[in-house]
């Protein structure tokens, strides 16, 4: 089984590029471009990973972490990945109560962008059978 991502960005152009990448990858790729469309992409399509841009519009970054430790079917997200021009995560969340897992600055090419998928996943222990399926480039 594939590793489904949700990535959430404004920028619809980087999206397109990630969401093409990832997929011949062998991940599962859903994306989103604002704060709602977000939080319906993570209850419908129940993502192993999330990689977010903070300052994505209609309720940022924050308001969608708050949401996810708030509510318990957002709370299976394994992985929450920042995307950012540089900012440190740390100053943006209370990492306490939902770790963020890492932080990516961009730009970022999409080849990257899985790498760091991969690791973050090893490192985290979880799903990491679906981590080699997808190094293998199975779904």
Not at 24 to 38: I, R, Y
């Amino acid at each position: 089984m594939a590793t489904r991502v949700l990535i959430a960005d404004p920028d619809r152009h980087l999206l397109a590029a990630y969401e093409e990448h990832l997929s011949l990858e062998g991940f599962e790729v859903a994306t989103a471009q604002d704060g709602l469309e977000c939080l319906r992409r993570l209850r419908e399509f129940a993502p192993d990973v999330l990689v977010l841009e903070p300052a994505i519009p209609w309720g940022g970054g924050d308001g969608i972490v708050a949401m996810m430790e708030e509510e318990p079917d957002l709370r299976r997200v394994c992985l929450v990945l920042l995307l950012t021009y540089g900012c440190n995560p740390a100053t943006l969340y209370n990492i306490a109560t939902f770790p963020i897992s890492d932080y990516l600055v961009k730009p970022r090419t999409a080849r990257n962008l899985a790498q760091r998928l991969r690791s973050a996943l090893a490192r985290n222990g979880a799903g990491q059978k679906e981590a080699g399926a997808v190094r293998g480039g199975t779904r």
